[in-house]
């Protein structure tokens, strides 16, 4: 018969217990800061700019007039509307004394009525949009941004000024990505850092968490709100931020050297069977790597010990014999 294989020899190595602990770790981003009610400010009808009465970095009050159109278009366009209301409203009466004296018929009343109404809202309407020929301050605040110079041609809705109004909280907006986004709650604390007042954080919290991804870099808008501070901040100030979830993830713990092998955020550690002895391959994802430990997201289930030293020697059942 034939000799029977030499049994291999035992690996001596040395073991760590896993530790379970529940981490809340925090989000590292930057953003820029800006006011909470920044708007676009433009007039609602086309026209001539005629004056700009404001610069950038201006400061302004509410009910302050920014810019005005050449009125003498829409000024034409109120007094056209004005004498086709009045015409309407004398036609009417006309026809209600010939309807008085059985000489009109009710459809030439009603007609005549129903004209003298189409005359009032043309009116109406004249009359908005000459009142909105000029941009007022909706409130007290800064002009960001002028993006029109006078005598230039607008058109109806078109962007003369960029506001920002003192009259709401200051806000950093910045991105992060899918992994991190489901760990936010409306609410939760951050640390705000700028490098204008270089360690001096400000305090903010999560006020709001875009429910839908940025088409051009796959990430998602979170909006930190700045609690109040007595230091001036300007929009546009870049901003490094970190925020601290308060939804804990638990994690299992495991010294770095327990990794044989790693591939981005996943890796192989080997832990032993108590019944035989013997080294096996465990596949984990690593959640973080922390300065002398790798906290594991999944993989260690039901796994008490991992191998620290020799796992460079071993192979999927190679016996091994722990050591001290």
Do not use: C
Request: no cysteine.
């Amino acid at each position: 018969g034939e000799n029977p294989a030499p049994k291999s020899r035992a690996v001596a190595v040395r073991t760590a217990k896993v530790v379970t602990a529940e981490f809340a770790f925090p989000i590292h981003t930057s953003g820029t800061v800006a006011s909470k009610a920044e708007l676009n400010l433009a007039f609602k009808v086309g026209g001539v700019l005629q004056r700009i009465h404001v610069d950038e970095g201006d400061f302004v009050r509410k009910g302050q007039v920014l810019a005005s159109l050449n009125m003498a278009e829409i000024s034409a366009q109120v007094a056209q509307a004005q004498a086709g209301f009045e015409k309407a409203e004398r036609d009417f009466r006309r026809v209600q004394n010939l309807f008085a004296d059985s000489v009109a018929t009710l459809e030439q009343l009603q007609d005549a009525q129903s004209a003298v109404q189409v005359a009032r809202a043309d009116l109406e309407i004249a009359e908005f949009n000459a009142r909105y020929a000029k941009i007022i301050a909706p409130s007290d605040g800064y002009v960001l941004k002028r993006y029109l110079e006078v005598n230039e041609l607008v058109s109806p809705g078109a962007k003369v000024f960029r506001f920002g109004s003192t009259a709401r909280d200051w806000v950093v907006r910045a991105s992060i990505v899918d992994r991190d986004v489901v760990r936010l709650s409306l609410g939760d604390s951050a640390s705000v850092l700028f490098d204008v007042y270089p360690r001096q954080p400000f305090a903010g919290v999560v006020a709001e968490v875009a429910e839908s991804a940025d088409a051009m870099t796959g990430t998602y808008e979170v909006e930190i709100r700045l609690l109040p501070d007595a230091r001036k901040l300007v929009s546009g100030f870049f901003a490094r931020v970190d925020i601290f979830p308060s939804e804990k993830q638990r994690f299992s713990l495991i010294p770095i050297e327990a990794l044989y092998e790693g591939d981005g955020m996943s890796g192989t550690v080997f832990s032993i069977d108590p019944q035989t002895q013997t080294a096996k391959k465990q596949r984990v994802r690593i959640g973080r790597v922390l300065d002398r430990e790798l906290a594991i997201v999944s993989g260690l289930e039901n796994i008490s010990e991992v191998v620290t030293d020799g796992a460079a020697y071993l192979s999927e059942g190679r016996h091994v014999e722990v050591v001290q």
